[in-house]
């Protein structure tokens, strides 16, 4: 019978690979149950930096009802906003057609002075109260003065347009101004205390 001698080498290395296996099994276990907040090669984050991540993930909504829900009261927000901008003049939350310094400036520009437009609404409803009634010389006036309210409005929204225009011209020349003009006329023809956005403006103080 034949017997084989086994190099002691060869012994000595296959327990040290044994003795290595589970050192590595472990490590690579380690490895596995790390941090999902903390991925290899990034800083574990800051605990204000987790909390806001577990709160904006608790915030989610799960179901299409608290998904409507979330719009829902996403919109009655947004539209509380755009109410107090209107009154306190905030451009953040202001409606688009009120945004910008050129917008700005020509609502301040008719609220700094009277215009006879905005007295329009009063002036039409006295109007037509005389000419209800059955008096040919009252009739009469109320014709008359309906002819020279209209002619008053119109040569004050034409002097209002041009040196309005000019204005514009002059403090804004590198901004879009398209529609600035008919925005301003159109807030002329509301009374004082019923334009939105709210006046910034006192009567007289030039903007």
Do not use: H
């Not at 009261?73 to 688009?96: H, K, T």
């Not at 009120?98 to 007295?119: L, M, N, Q, T």
């Not at 059955?134 to 309906?146: K, M, P």
Request: charged share 30%.
């Amino acid at each position: 019978m034949r017997t084989y001698r086994v190099p002691l080498g060869f012994v000595f290395r296959s327990r040290a690979n044994e003795e290595k296996a589970p050192a590595d099994k472990a490590l690579a276990d380690s490895k596995l149950t790390r941090d999902p907040q903390a991925p290899k090669g990034r800083p574990t984050p800051k605990r204000s930096e987790a909390q806001t991540q577990r709160r904006s993930v608790a915030n989610t909504p799960t179901t299409r009802k608290e998904a409507s829900k979330r719009q829902r009261d996403d919109r009655r927000a947004a539209m509380e906003r755009q109410r107090q901008a209107l009154a306190s003049g905030d451009e953040r939350y202001l409606p688009v057609r009120d945004k910008g310094p050129v917008r700005k400036y020509a609502r301040d520009f008719v609220d700094s002075r009277f215009c006879i437009a905005e007295f329009f609404l009063p002036l039409a409803v006295l109007i037509l109260v005389l000419s209800m009634v059955r008096v040919g010389s009252l009739q009469n006036i109320a014709l008359l003065l309906w002819l020279v309210v209209i002619l008053m409005i119109v040569v004050d929204s034409v002097g209002i347009a041009v040196r309005l225009k000019k204005q514009l011209n002059t403090r804004f020349p590198e901004l879009p101004k398209k529609g600035a003009v008919p925005y301003a006329l159109m807030r002329t023809l509301q009374m004082r205390r019923l334009r939105l956005p709210k006046p910034q403006v006192k009567r007289g103080e030039r903007p």
